[in-house]
């Protein structure tokens, strides 16, 4: 049985909705879903009219896991085992505005997987740009392009030292997946960012997302690693990266970006890159 199913309230294409259904694939029935105000909380619908076939709580934008680890209480007041709690939030709701809900779930180091679905812009409201938007991206708040650069999540919540840590990309959802599972078998706090573009944010078709999804990876510019016990692990690497060029291009949000925008990308990218794979190598993770 599909967990979250099709006929969802999400755009066609939207790479959320992808994104939670590879996941479900992962998680299984025994999930309680948390998920604070997003395109998400909508487009899984709610009452009679809801895609989900698991328990979901909707929580408020600050706290979604805040309130996972409530139910992680409830469930082991209760003597319940084998459930799996997870707060699902977009990059709103885990770099910028649920940040201190997250900050604090994992310094306690509460046993739930926080997963960041990120569009790069905050699409539930219409597009604004956030923490993790890009620079020089345009958005109807940065209608020059935005002057500064994103956060690094994943960075952000190493630092927190959880007790699994991984990027994914919806492009490659074996390899989110099998991220997922680890996750789940681990007790503690983990957190996955998965990148799932919004074409309406983006300014590209809808029939393009993954395939937007895929290009990040294979320029370089969105990174698959796993982390475990402070242990580094690239999970994909491109056999010959691409020019992000290819990438800003194709996408109408990089119309302000200027040529000198694009060459500091890409060598920014190519020494994020190198410091990368210097560090991580392919060593398997216990
Ligand atoms: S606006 Fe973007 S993130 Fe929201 S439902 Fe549509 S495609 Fe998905």
Redesign the pocket.
């Known amino acids: 049985m599909d967990l979250f199913t099709g006929g969802h309230s ?2 066609r ?5 992808i994104a939670m259904r590879q996941a479900m694939q992962a998680l299984g029935p025994r999930t309680i879903m948390v998920i604070p105000a997003s ?1 998400m909380a909508t ?1 899984g619908g709610s009452g009679l009219k809801t895609a989900w076939n698991i328990p979901f709580y909707h929580s408020l934008f600050a706290c979604a896991p805040a309130v996972a680890s409530g139910v992680r209480a409830a469930l082991e007041i209760r003597g319940i085992e084998g459930v799996k709690v997870v707060s699902w939030a977009g990059d709103a709701g885990t770099a910028d505005i649920g940040f201190q809900a997250l900050s604090g779930a994992a310094e306690r180091n509460e046993d739930i997987i926080h997963v960041c679905y990120d ?1 790069e812009t905050y ?2 409201t219409g597009g604004q740009a956030g923490g993790t938007t890009p620079l020089s991206a345009w958005t109807p708040d940065t209608p020059a392009g935005k002057p500064t650069k994103p956060k690094d999540m994943p960075a952000l919540m190493a630092a927190h030292r959880p007790e699994y840590l991984a990027t994914a990309s919806i492009a490659y959802p074996r390899d989110f997946i099998e991220k997922l599972k680890r996750a789940a078998e681990v007790k503690g706090f983990c957190y996955l960012h998965v990148l799932a573009p ?4 983006w300014g590209i078709r809808e029939e393009e997302t993954v395939e937007m999804a895929r290009l990040a990876v294979e320029c370089g510019l969105w990174i698959l690693y796993e982390e475990r016990q402070g242990r580094q692990r690239l999970t994909v690497v491109p056999e010959k990266r691409l020019p992000v060029r290819e990438y800003i291009l194709r996408q109408q949000r990089f119309r302000e970006c200027r040529e000198e925008d694009i060459e500091a990308l890409q060598a920014e990218v190519d020494q994020r890159w190198q410091r990368m794979a210097a560090g991580a190598g392919g060593e398997e993770l216990g």
Do not use: D, L, P
């Open positions: 999400g755009c294409g939207c790479g959320a909705a395109c487009i569009n699409m539930n919004c074409h309406r944010g």
